[in-house]
């Protein structure tokens, strides 16, 4: 079984990003998956819709975590990454962290609470969050219904459904619910403030957030290197 896969919720409006994810961080990685809506000419892209809209973003990740079920690929991974197309991504320091994980049926992320007035756990799925195996293949039977994101539960600011929120929700109807486990190496901090941040820890963090630019994931890399 490999360590992980990496699943980059992205559209092809940012496919500069794809080129700049390839070319730094994820270079000579190759258990990665841009899921997106209609796919660009940088590297693998699986096509979930033909909605470019934000409001594609949860019906997205539906999709593709059914992929993982349809596909059996917990049978082929430990862990599962899930980030954004605007997230850089520690490579060195993921693995090392996610060998020492515990390998239960877990999910890893920087939790907060569901914006429902319940004391329900979120995850803020921007800077990403990880998922074990033993989730999936302990709810293999349970199929995802994409409709799902059309309940109009949880909407951000107005402009759809948020997909880290439905998928948040989602873990809640399962058969057997996941061990969530808090992890503050997730950082969604914005680029200004992690200019500031000491470089020893920058090198311990896994992820950083709201990072669109190459200039931006150089002076990460320069930084943690």
Same mark, same amino acid.
């Given at each position: 079984?490999?360590?992980?896969?990496?699943?980059?919720? #992205?559209?092809?409006?940012?496919?500069?990003?794809?080129?700049?994810?390839?070319?730094?961080?994820?270079?000579?990685?190759?258990? $990665?998956?841009? $899921?997106?809506?209609?796919? +660009?000419? $940088?590297?693998?892209?699986?096509?979930? #819709?033909?909605?470019?809209?934000?409001?594609?973003?949860?019906?997205?990740?539906?999709?593709?975590?059914?992929?993982?079920?349809?596909?059996?690929?917990?049978?082929?991974?430990?862990?599962?990454?899930?980030?954004?197309?605007? #997230?850089?991504?520690?490579?060195?320091?993921? %693995?090392?962290?996610?060998?020492?994980?515990?390998?239960?049926?877990?999910?890893?992320?920087?939790?907060?609470?569901?914006? @429902?007035?319940?004391?329900? %756990?979120?995850?803020?799925?921007?800077?990403?969050? =990880?998922?074990?195996?033993?989730?999936?293949? %302990?709810?293999?039977?349970?199929? =995802?219904?994409?409709?799902?994101?059309?309940?109009?539960?949880?909407?951000?600011?107005?402009?759809?459904?948020?997909?880290?929120? $439905?998928?948040?929700?989602?873990?809640?109807?399962?058969?057997?619910?996941?061990?969530?486990?808090?992890?503050?190496?997730?950082?969604?901090? +914005?680029?200004?403030?992690?200019?500031?941040?000491?470089?020893?820890?920058?090198?311990?963090?896994?992820?950083?957030?709201?990072?669109?630019?190459? @200039?931006?994931?150089?002076?990460?890399?320069? +930084? =943690?290197?």
């Amino acid at each position: 079984m490999k360590p992980f896969s990496l699943h980059i919720l #992205t559209t092809h409006k940012n496919k500069d990003r794809h080129k700049n994810i390839l070319d730094t961080y994820l270079n000579g990685f190759d258990d $990665y998956v841009f $899921y997106t809506d209609i796919k +660009t000419e $940088y590297g693998n892209q699986i096509s979930c #819709t033909d909605n470019d809209n934000w409001n594609s973003n949860c019906p997205k990740m539906m999709i593709e975590l059914n992929r993982i079920f349809s596909e059996k690929l917990y049978e082929k991974y430990e862990w599962f990454v899930f980030v954004d197309d605007d #997230t850089f991504v520690n490579m060195g320091e993921l %693995q090392t962290f996610l060998r020492k994980a515990e390998k239960s049926n877990s999910v890893i992320a920087d939790w907060g609470l569901l914006p @429902d007035g319940s004391s329900q %756990q979120r995850v803020c799925g921007g800077c990403g969050f =990880i998922i074990n195996s033993r989730l999936f293949e %302990q709810n293999k039977e349970q199929v =995802i219904d994409v409709s799902f994101c059309d309940s109009k539960k949880f909407n951000a600011s107005g402009r759809g459904p948020a997909a880290d929120l $439905y998928f948040s929700w989602w873990l809640y109807t399962l058969e057997k619910e996941p061990n969530r486990i808090q992890c503050d190496l997730l950082n969604h901090n +914005t680029p200004d403030k992690v200019e500031k941040t000491d470089p020893e820890v920058m090198k311990k963090q896994l992820t950083f957030h709201y990072i669109t630019t190459l @200039d931006q994931i150089k002076n990460i890399m320069d +930084t =943690i290197s």
